[in-house]
């Protein structure tokens, strides 16, 4: 039972084994699995083939949902960069740790060679900024009520967990885990997103407003995350052979429905996802016996499961 | 350039190139950097030896400074199961993505043969909780300015980040990267330190409060969380051959002076510190043009150097 660090598995039949009879005690809430197992189909979505990434790396596969809504010109441009192949054969070149894995084309940071540039082809070399974008009302916004250190409100929209603030009338997607973010020079247009980076610690939302959030990983954050850090400060790998290759990436839309990865979201506007964050703000089972009573936004995972 | 998703290393010279007649354009932040190097030999201790706990793993050594003045019975039962050479050995033997990295007995676990478990020898099986403890004026205290999500003051103490509950009159450890907490059963009183985790990604602030934090990883945290995750969902490696050796742990005071690491880490209550947190907070330079004016306790890493 040390297994239990955390009882996320635990069995309803385990959880009720003591006190019956103890009426002030309260029910325990209910567990993660328990609530998506009540879940009902129309809660679920196929993401969109046409932001769904699969990128595939020697290890397996890792699924990237765009985010048009919030960078329409840097998910534009990663198109046309998955259309030309561009990824293929590139790397992970930095994972840093509590931080970002970044990919990208080895020969363009300070220790590659800059004649073996890989061009972009068709793609746009620079993209104005997309940081913050304005308040719509058509745009879904799940609100989360404990409040955020960073931004005056937070919550999720479409999938992803984003911050606004009426006072500007602006709204942004914030750098939780599994953020995926558009590497850029010093100025703010130099980014085009032929250079990636994933969240893989705690949240860098000092990097709001200051980086394009291009999408999110779905799947496959392990593989991401759980790879050897390069040498401090800033985690670029110093040899070639520490990179994990790309072996391609691909837009679902450009691949036949067979080679489609077949996955669900959970919808952050769904009963459900609220039932689930509303558990977490409030565990209460033999384990939990002082539920925390709130919840900060990069704190909830958002279910993803193979769709039938 | 492209190394520079952030410009931690930006040299200030290279920072003062464009628009010097620009009189509205504020002075960039110092960098950490920077403020390091001012920073005076006072503002800098050694970890108490009698609290230092030198892990030796096959790929390098990991510090851990326990945390007596909040966890005192899980700091004497962990440096007696030290002393008795208990860690040597075992393993580490979890890896959650986003979660934690749990290392001790291979055998203590639900698939483990009970019959070899490793004796604990003088140390305790199990201990009273000490999730938090009462407030005290003689416990340092730094506090940071920007609320927090969780609980109602946040700051330092003595080099860890805590919270306050000033209506309960409590204080507690929280759960940010790198914190040591102390694996138990279902039951409260459950846990020994035999089997410790360190948090790898988001701060799993929910865990304040309902486990014992013993102390806090202050080098080697990337040997840590640069590992391949164990499968869903809770990490637990199924194979021994996935396991990372523990060679050893010792206590620094055990050890002659020339084997005890030598290491100095930056008062938590000391100017620079105070510094670098505001410099955190406000980080303006030409890569950053929207500083978050805010910092969250988990965000603020607290540096370690070689002493002298």
Redesign the interface.
């Known amino acids: ?10 069995a309803a039949s385990l959880l009720a084994l003591p006190a019956l009879a103890d009426e002030a005690k309260p029910a325990p809430t209910p567990t993660a699995k328990e609530l998506l197992a009540k879940s009902g189909p129309s809660e679920w979505r196929r993401p969109d083939p046409q932001n769904l990434l699969q990128m595939q790396l020697p290890t397996g596969r890792v699924l990237i949902e765009l985010a048009p809504d919030y960078t329409p010109l840097h998910a534009a441009n990663i198109r046309t960069l998955v259309h030309g192949h561009y990824f293929d054969g590139l790397a992970i070149i ?2 840093q ?4 894995t ?1 990919w ?1 084309d080895p020969n ?3 220790n590659g060679d800059k004649s073996k540039i890989k061009p972009l082809g068709k793609a746009k070399k620079t993209l104005p900024p997309e ?1 913050t974008r304005p308040i719509d009302p058509k745009l879904p916004w799940t609100a989360l009520p ?5 931004a005056p409100e937070v919550g999720f929209s479409g999938g992803f967990p984003a911050a606004r603030d009426p006072a500007s009338g602006q709204t942004w997607l914030t750098h ?2 599994g953020a995926v973010g558009v ?6 247009e130099t980014g085009s997103g032929s ?1 990636l ?1 994933a969240v ?12 394009a959030i291009a999408g999110r990983v779905i799947e496959g ?2 593989l991401l ?5 390069g040498p401090a ?2 985690g ?1 790998y110093a040899k070639p052979q520490q990179r994990v290759a790309i072996e391609s990436v691909r837009l679902a839309a450009d691949l036949p429905e067979a080679q489609r990865a077949k996955v669900e979201v959970l919808r952050t506007d769904s009963p459900t996802f609220a039932a689930l964050i509303e558990s ?1 703000r409030n ?1 209460r089972d ?7 009573g ?3 936004l ?2 909830i ?1 958002i279910p993803v499961r193979e769709a039938k």
Chains 1, 2 share one sequence.
Do not use: H, T, W
């Not at 039972?1 to 635990?10: G, S």
């Not at 893989?200 to 980086?211: H, S």
């Open positions: 039972m040390r297994r239990n660090l955390i009882a996320l598995a635990l930095r994972v740790d509590n931080f970002v970044q990208g363009d940071d300070d940081y404990d409040g955020d250190v960073y939780c885990y590497a850029r020079d010093v100025g703010p250079s980076y893989i610690g705690q949240a860098p939302r000092g990097l709001d407003r200051n980086l954050m392990e995350s759980g790879l050897p850090r400060p800033m670029f977490k565990r033999d384990f939990y016996r002082n539920p925390a709130k919840i900060d990069c704190s995972a």
